[in-house]
Nanobody, 126 residues
Framework: QVQLVESGGGLVQAGGSLRLSCAAS????????KGWFRQAPGKEREFVAA????????YYADSVKGRFTISRDNAKNTVNLQMNSLKPEDTAVYFC???????????????????RGQGTQVTVSS
């Protein structure tokens, strides 16, 4: 069993920055893809960013490209999301996900990941 715990969420003013971290414990793998998703109130959950096991490949939603950076530390079994130039529309619960392996599903699909965290709230005030 793998557990994912997110941290780093909070309240920030528009234009500010936050760094989210996700720590994995249990029977983890460093050979999996990892990602971040978010869900704003009243909206569907959406893909934010993903990273391959080697960190060679990273992927971003158009809405965060150029502002957010995903990274991972396989030795510490963590995945991070650096969020800069935050906007009120970035307000959401952010979830990390792990256990993605290329195959029939795509990295931007929630169900493509074997494990998901409980989420951390990010609120951006205008």
């Amino acid at each position: 069993q793998v557990q994912l715990v997110e941290s780093g969420g909070g309240l920030v003013q528009a234009g500010g920055s936050l760094r989210l971290s996700c720590a994995a414990s249990g029977r983890t793998s460093s050979r999996d893809g990892k990602g971040w998703f978010r869900q704003a109130p009243g909206k569907e959950r959406e893909f934010v960013a993903a990273i391959s096991w080697s960190s060679v490949n990273t992927y971003y939603a158009d809405s965060v490209k150029g502002r957010f950076t995903i990274s991972r530390d396989n030795a510490k079994n963590t995945v991070n999301l650096q969020m800069n130039s935050l906007k009120p529309e970035d307000t959401a619960v952010y979830f990390c996900a792990a256990g993605y392996y290329p195959g029939s599903a795509f990295y931007y699909e929630w169900d493509a990941y074997d494990y998901r965290g409980q989420g951390t709230q990010v609120t951006v005030s205008s």
